[in-house]
């Protein structure tokens, strides 16, 4: 029997936690189905309960959170027996997006009960391990602006967009995979396990979680005035036809500055993160268990 271990954290998206973990708990019960629930009390504590469970194949840790309570749970477990189902109620999802999982709670939970399991890709980032995205650039910096808000939400990730963008400048970076070597002025650049940041912002695609491949996908410089329409091209799904934009495959890559930097700014599933050139990402194929809708396209 499938025991559902639930973990939530009060601190995603903006939904009332007590009010989810009521809806949450009525539906395992009504169903008979074997659970305890715990709320996080601090960054890395999901983790830590993961990482003591982690090798039982009747556990599903089911995340009450966004991408980063994804990634917190989901880093426990990679190479593991345990599994991982999402209850998206965090500020993007984007994981949850690109994987189908129904945005209302109702719904995600009757997962709990008809699904498929896959085993889906991850990367590595200097040894931090991701599942949506990872990158540099001005995604990285609004991160770190938007971590410091007192409220979530996609408006104020957008107004911390705004407030920066007119005074960002490019960098020159040094990207190389196994196939090239390039160098690049870029605003710029995510490494994309799945297709989209969240909220419907898709960076990259042609992304699949179970094709063994991490997208490398570079915005390059562009004027000022350009900005609004990669904007409305993100959020359109329509990025890909921008002269600024490129993407490829890769397993495997290195970043690093060529602005003799020695660190940079960058975030790991929208969260961040100060890390130290060079930057070494790599695929982890099929490394984590995960409930997902039925004949969906991943």
Same mark, same amino acid.
């Given at each position: 029997?499938?025991?559902?271990?639930? /973990?939530?954290?009060?601190?995603?998206?903006?939904?009332?936690?007590?009010?989810?973990?009521?809806?949450?708990?009525?539906?395992?019960?009504?169903?008979?189905?074997?659970?305890?629930? %715990?709320? &996080?009390?601090?960054?890395?504590?999901?983790?830590?309960?993961?990482?003591?469970? %982690?090798?039982?194949?009747?556990?599903?840790?089911?995340?009450?959170? +966004?991408?980063?309570?994804?990634?917190?749970?989901?880093?426990?477990?990679?190479?593991? *027996?345990?599994?991982?189902?999402?209850?998206? $109620?965090?500020?993007?999802? +984007?994981?949850?997006?690109?994987?189908?999982?129904? !945005?209302?709670?109702?719904? !995600?939970?009757?997962?709990?009960?008809?699904?498929? $399991?896959?085993?889906?890709?991850? +990367?590595?980032?200097? +040894?931090?391990?991701?599942?949506?995205?990872?990158? $540099?650039?001005?995604?990285?910096?609004?991160?770190?602006?938007?971590?410091?808000?007192?409220?979530?939400?996609?408006?104020?990730?957008?107004?911390? &967009?705004?407030?920066?963008?007119? &005074?960002?400048?490019?960098?020159?970076?040094?990207?190389?995979?196994?196939?090239?070597? *390039?160098?690049?002025?870029?605003?710029?650049? @995510?490494?994309?396990?799945?297709?989209?940041?969240?909220?419907?912002?898709?960076?990259?695609?042609?992304?699949?979680? /179970?094709?063994? %491949?991490?997208?490398?996908?570079? /915005?390059?410089?562009?004027?000022?005035?350009?900005?609004?329409?990669?904007? #409305? =091209?993100?959020?359109?799904?329509? #990025?890909?036809?921008?002269?600024?934009? @490129?993407?490829?495959?890769?397993?495997?890559?290195?970043?690093?500055?060529?602005?003799?930097?020695?660190?940079?700014?960058?975030? $790991?599933?929208?969260?961040?993160?100060? #890390?130290?050139?060079?930057?070494?990402? =790599?695929?982890?194929?099929?490394?984590?268990?995960?409930?997902?809708?039925?004949?969906?396209? #991943?």
């Amino acid at each position: 029997m499938k025991h559902f271990f639930v /973990i939530a954290n009060p601190a995603s998206g903006q939904k009332d936690t007590h009010a989810t973990l009521q809806q949450v708990e009525s539906f395992l019960l009504k169903n008979g189905l074997s659970h305890e629930i %715990k709320l &996080t009390k601090r960054p890395g504590h999901s983790t830590k309960m993961a990482t003591k469970r %982690k090798n039982r194949s009747d556990i599903v840790f089911v995340c009450v959170g +966004g991408d980063g309570s994804v990634n917190e749970i989901a880093k426990a477990i990679i190479y593991e *027996e345990a599994a991982m189902a999402i209850i998206p $109620v965090g500020s993007g999802n +984007g994981l949850a997006r690109h994987l189908g999982i129904p !945005s209302h709670i109702d719904d !995600s939970l009757n997962l709990l009960l008809n699904h498929e $399991v896959i085993q889906m890709d991850s +990367g590595d980032i200097n +040894g931090h391990p991701f599942f949506v995205t990872t990158g $540099v650039g001005i995604d990285a910096e609004v991160a770190h602006k938007f971590a410091k808000r007192k409220t979530r939400g996609i408006i104020g990730y957008v107004k911390e &967009t705004v407030k920066l963008f007119p &005074t960002y400048t490019s960098m020159s970076y040094k990207i190389t995979t196994p196939q090239s070597v *390039e160098k690049v002025k870029a605003s710029s650049i @995510t490494i994309a396990n799945s297709s989209q940041f969240g909220n419907n912002a898709v960076i990259a695609h042609r992304a699949s979680v /179970i094709d063994g %491949k991490l997208d490398l996908c570079v /915005i390059k410089s562009y004027p000022k005035f350009f900005g609004p329409h990669i904007g #409305l =091209r993100l959020f359109m799904n329509d #990025l890909h036809n921008s002269r600024f934009y @490129t993407s490829q495959k890769v397993e495997q890559l290195t970043i690093e500055s060529s602005d003799g930097k020695d660190a940079c700014h960058a975030h $790991v599933d929208g969260e961040p993160i100060t #890390l130290k050139y060079p930057l070494d990402i =790599r695929i982890l194929k099929a490394s984590v268990r995960i409930l997902v809708p039925k004949s969906q396209m #991943l």
